[in-house]
């Protein structure tokens, strides 16, 4: 793993108290409300490993790492997007946005929520989960790496995998975000 981790140049990420304009911050809150309705599902309309990022703070995330990218519509992903928020925060500021989703329902609502804001973003459907002793399957899995940007909620018990991942398969230049809930944001560039 240290060979791997001297791949990733960690980026000093400040967050700013700004408030977002009027279409991202109408953005954030409706997908928040979003967000809690879908949480609040039961039964089997339930979708169990639903958790979204905290919209205020992907957004202040995204503007502070806008400074690493050295293009102005960068090729962004976002892996396990969710409800899509932050694939749309990315749009509004001009990227080039992919969100990446394993859970199918997850991808029409985000689809919807796109659309009700005017944004343009493509969402399919895929997941960075794959058999870390299945190297063909991790670098098919991985192809998708020809972003300049990945934003990844990472789960305490995924954030080493997807970590190593990028590491071992993008291409240098690559900004990594790695959301972990509340305020906790780590940005590296692939060297």
């Keep these: 793993?240290?060979?791997?981790?001297?791949?990733?140049?960690?980026?000093?990420?400040?967050?700013?108290?700004?408030?977002?304009?009027?279409?991202?911050l109408t953005l954030i809150q409706n997908a928040k409300r979003l967000a809690e309705e879908m949480q609040g599902l039961q039964g089997e309309d339930r979708i169990p490993s639903l958790v979204t990022s905290n919209?205020?703070?992907?957004?202040?995330?995204?503007?502070?790492?806008?400074?690493?990218?050295?293009?102005?519509a960068p090729r962004f992903c976002e892996w396990g997007s969710g409800i899509g928020v932050v694939s749309c925060l990315a749009a509004l500021r001009g990227w080039e946005s992919t969100g990446v989703?394993?859970?199918?329902?997850?991808?029409?609502?985000?689809?919807?929520?796109?659309k009700s804001h005017d944004v343009n973003v493509n969402f399919r459907q895929g997941s960075y989960r794959f058999d870390r002793s299945d190297k063909a399957n991790a670098a098919r899995e991985f192809d998708v790496l020809g972003f300049d940007i990945?934003?990844?909620?990472?789960?305490?018990?995924?954030?080493?995998?997807?970590?190593?991942?990028?590491?071992?398969?993008?291409?240098?230049?690559?900004?990594?975000?790695?959301?972990?809930?509340?305020?906790?944001?780590?940005?590296?560039?692939?060297?």
């Design 101 to 114: 989703e394993i859970e199918p329902r997850l991808i029409d609502v985000s689809r919807q929520l796109a």
């Design 150 to 191: 990945i934003y990844i909620y990472a789960w305490p018990a995924e954030r080493q995998t997807v970590t190593e991942a990028i590491a071992r398969h993008a291409a240098p230049g690559l900004i990594f975000l790695r959301y972990g809930g509340g305020i906790q944001c780590d940005a590296f560039r692939v060297v």
């Design 1 to 24: 793993m240290v060979r791997l981790m001297r791949r990733l140049e960690p980026l000093q990420i400040t967050l700013s108290d700004d408030t977002p304009a009027a279409q991202a």
């Design 55 to 72: 919209g205020l703070i992907a957004w202040r995330f995204l503007q502070s790492a806008a400074a690493y990218n050295p293009t102005d």
